[in-house]
Nanobody, 120 residues
Framework: QVQLVESGGGLVQPGGSLRLSCTASEIIFSIYAMGWYRQAPGKQRELVAIISGGGSTNYADSVKGRFTVSRDNAKNTVYLQMNSLKPEDTAPYYC??????????????WGQGTQVTVSS
C-alpha cells in the first residue's frame, strides 16, 4: 500500500512563500501523475497543480504564475512552490499520486493533508 507523507504547510503572511513536499513510500510499481489539490471550507476539492510522469504540468487558473509544481522521480517526491500567497489560498492541501502496475490499472492515492494559512 502506497504511503504519502506531506510536509511544508504553515502560517504565512500575504505575499509570502511556502514549499510543500510529498514523498511516496512502499513503491513497487510505477508512479504516473503527481499533484496537489486543496479544499477550502464549504467548497469542493479543486486541482491546484499536476505534473505527469513526463514532466508536463497543468495549473488552476487562480495559481498560474505564482505556484510551481515539480517532482524528483528518484525520491518519489512531488513539490509545490507557492509564491505571492493570498488569503484565498488558505486551505488544507492534499497530495495526490496515480500509481499502479500499469497506466490502465493505476489508482489515485491521497495524502493526509497539510494546512496552509495565509493571514496577516
Amino acid at each position: 500500500q502506497v504511503q504519502l507523507v506531506e510536509s511544508g504547510g504553515g502560517l504565512v503572511q500575504p505575499g509570502g512563500s511556502l514549499r510543500l513536499s510529498c514523498t511516496a513510500s512502499e513503491i513497487i510499481f510505477s508512479i504516473y501523475a503527481m499533484g496537489w489539490y486543496r479544499q477550502a471550507p464549504g467548497k469542493q476539492r479543486e486541482l491546484v497543480a499536476i505534473i505527469s510522469g513526463g514532466g508536463s504540468t497543468n495549473y488552476a487558473d487562480s495559481v498560474k504564475g505564482r505556484f510551481t509544481v515539480s517532482r524528483d522521480n528518484a525520491k518519489n517526491t512531488v513539490y509545490l512552490q507557492m509564491n505571492s500567497l493570498k488569503p484565498e489560498d488558505t486551505a488544507p492541501y492534499y497530495c495526490n499520486v496515480r500509481y499502479g502496475r500499469n497506466i490502465v490499472l493505476a489508482k489515485d492515492y491521497w495524502g493526509q493533508g497539510t494546512q496552509v494559512t495565509v493571514s496577516s
